[in-house]
Nanobody, 117 residues
Framework: QLQASGGGLVQAGGSLRPSCAAS????????MGWYRQAPGKQRELVAA???????NYADPVKGRFTISSDNAKNTVYLQMNSLKPEDTAVYYC?????????????WGQGTQVTVSS
């Protein structure tokens, strides 16, 4: 299971640091990531980190968000700086296992992030 926390309400320009704690080692996952879904929009990838530490980011958050992992705590973080109103969404934690023939996804419950202008 994945347990997300750390969302909240913040003014534009502020910061938040949601976290996603896994029950068990996160090294068993090929990658972990954060997605977000704003009202009326599709869920989109925000950032991801592989078990090897490689990261990738969606263009709108590059330079502002940083994804990191703490393997000892089985937790992944998303440091969000310089937040904008358009970052408002429900943020979901994802864990992906890629195996021969396919992949398996696990999702945490969402955490609401609201950025006021």
């Amino acid at each position: 299971q994945l347990q997300a926390s750390g969302g909240g309400l913040v003014q534009a320009g502020g910061s938040l640091r949601p976290s996603c704690a896994a029950s068990g080692s996160i090294l068993r996952f090929t990658s972990m990531g954060w997605y977000r879904q704003a009202p009326g929009k599709q869920r989109e990838l925000v950032a991801a980190i592989t078990s090897g530490g490689s990261t990738n980011y969606a263009d709108p958050v590059k330079g502002r968000f940083t994804i990191s992992s703490d393997n000892a705590k089985n937790t992944v973080y998303l440091q969000m700086n310089s937040l904008k109103p358009e970052d408002t969404a429900v943020y979901y934690c994802n864990a992906k296992r890629v195996v021969v023939g396919g992949s398996f996804d696990s999702w945490g419950q969402g955490t609401q992030v609201t950025v006021s202008s």
